[in-house]
């Protein structure tokens, strides 16, 4: 995972691996790797049976988007090709 890594570290953010994301009001889910954000969540990311990433999120309020991360989550496959998911 370098690049979202570099892409943590673009944005001043810290990438955990194995760690629980804070979410509302002491809401924890965990995460294969975790973004943690400055604000009060942080956002899980958990590889999936097909080889993608999920990302989950409080998406509540626009804390994460303060942070520069919309509503809107590319994840990339092992082979590159990449969807779109919207929550």
Same mark, same amino acid.
């Given at each position: 995972m370098s690049r979202p890594?570099?892409?943590?570290q673009e944005? $001043? /953010?810290t990438l955990l691996q194995n760690a629980e994301a804070r979410g509302y009001y002491e809401n924890k889910t965990? $995460? +294969?790797?975790v973004i943690r954000l400055k604000g009060p969540y942080d956002v899980a990311v958990n590889k999936q049976k097909d080889? *993608?990433?999920a /990302? *989950?999120? +409080?998406?509540?309020? $626009?804390h994460r988007r303060r942070e520069g991360i919309g509503n809107a989550a590319v994840v990339a496959?092992?082979? $590159?090709?990449?969807?779109? +998911? *919207?929550?």
């Open positions: 890594c570099s892409a943590c944005m $001043g /953010l965990k $995460g +294969d790797y080889s *993608t990433f /990302l *989950t999120c +409080d998406w509540w309020a $626009g496959g092992p082979n $590159g090709q990449k969807r779109v +998911d *919207t929550q």
